[in-house]
């Protein structure tokens, strides 16, 4: 977690060295206003800074689409011992406060028997497709301040509306650091006033102040979801981040939320308030659609390691939110670790099996999942 002190950060850092790690992947960023629907996609490759601009285009990189399964695997009842062979989590962080309400949708268990979208098949054999963890480029940096922290000015470059963050002055660390990727997300916790500062594609000025291509701000005590649009679905950057302290604890109790190439262009569900969907295929899942990984699956029984399992756990108990339009079938977002860079994600996920940004989350069965009809079950 990135905390101020005015603008230290809470985690100390650690120096690893990690062999380099060639991923590729693609992120689809909104480039006109909310409710234009215009998409651009951008390849990015974390060996080189450039970035190529393509059409829009929601398939990943496999030209053909597999059959959706017409049958639903059952969890097997015979699995083997679970291994003890994997790493246990490296170092113990203090917990971060929770956000949002109890009875927010990020914070709310998803009830047992839950009814399932008539598309959820279809939709979870193009999803399990791909699934990976943002820690770096498209990551979100996290920073926490207090009234110690200087306000200051920050302007929206895009006019898609009314921008938050143009009235009144905000505080923001003065070495705060934008997430890498094009997207550029930060969220700054300000605990002095009981909200988030979000920008994205932040940038910071000469005379200290930022501007920000759009940004919003949301109560830490709602919903999560901000009265002026934060992500592709309206909903908060922050909400359902996985912190670096949680993989640490072994604990994330909150449910996820990812972006994928698949989204649905014309439809939205609760709690998205608008979609930035790209994707005209039949099996597209809408954006505020929640999934959730089979509570019958042992995960205690699999060969995970410490962190593929709190987030197996999680998204049993929590499951996980579509919130943006991004360049995998599922790309699940992380907070950006103090001591991350282009070549290592972080002492903490490393320790906990997350190796390089990007980082293939295949040893989990998703075959296993379903897609909800509504976020609360019903």
């Known amino acids: 977690m990135r905390q101020c002190r005015k603008s230290r950060r809470a985690n100390s850092a650690i120096s690893m060295t990690l062999l380099l790690a060639v991923v590729t992947t693609a992120c689809t960023t909104m480039t006109a206003g909310p409710d234009s629907g215009q998409e651009e996609t951008v390849t990015h490759t974390t060996t080189t800074s450039s970035a190529v601009t393509t059409g829009p285009e929601p398939q990943s990189t496999t030209t053909t689409s597999p059959a959706p399964s017409t049958t639903s695997p059952e969890p097997s009842t015979t699995s083997a011992a679970p291994s003890t062979t994997s ?50 480029e498209f990551g979100i940096a996290i920073y926490e301040v207090d009234e110690s922290t200087t306000p200051v000015a920050i302007e929206c470059i895009q006019r898609w509306g009314r921008c938050p963050l143009e009235t009144g002055l905000h505080r923001v660390p003065e070495d705060a650091i934008p997430a890498p990727g094009n997207d550029g997300t930060l969220v700054v916790i300000d ?16 005379d200290r102040s930022w501007e920000a291509s759009w940004g919003t701000t949301t109560p830490l005590d709602g919903s999560g979801v901000p009265e002026v649009f934060g992500t592709g679905s309206g909903i908060s950057h922050l909400a359902g981040v996985v912190r670096v302290s949680e993989i640490a604890a072994g604990l994330i109790p909150h449910a996820l939320v990812f972006s994928t190439n698949n989204t649905c262009p014309d439809e939205f569900r609760e709690p998205a308030t608008k979609t930035d969907g790209i994707s005209d295929r039949p ?60 070549a290592n994600p972080g002492a903490v996920y490393r320790a906990n099996g997350l190796r390089r940004d990007y980082f293939d989350l295949g040893a989990i069965p998703w075959e296993y999942l379903r897609v909800l009809a509504n976020w609360d079950g019903s």
């Open 87 to 136: 790493p246990a989590p490296s170092t113990t962080l203090p917990r971060p406060q929770p956000v949002f309400s109890p009875t927010s949708p990020f914070n709310s268990p998803i009830p047992a028997n839950p009814v399932i979208d008539a598309n959820s098949q279809a939709q979870v054999a193009y999803l399990q497709r791909e699934v990976v963890a943002d820690l770096w």
């Open 191 to 206: 605990w002095s006033e009981n909200r988030t500062v979000e920008m994205w594609q932040a940038r910071q000025r000469p």
């Open 283 to 342: 099996d597209c899942i809408p954006e505020g659609a929640r999934i959730q990984l089979a509570p019958s699956l042992d995960v205690a029984a699999l060969q995970l390691s410490p962190a593929e399992a709190a987030i197996a756990r999680a998204l049993q108990e929590y499951g996980a939110y579509v919130v943006d339009s991004g360049g995998a079938p599922i790309a699940f977002y992380f907070e950006i670790a103090e001591d991350a860079d282009k």
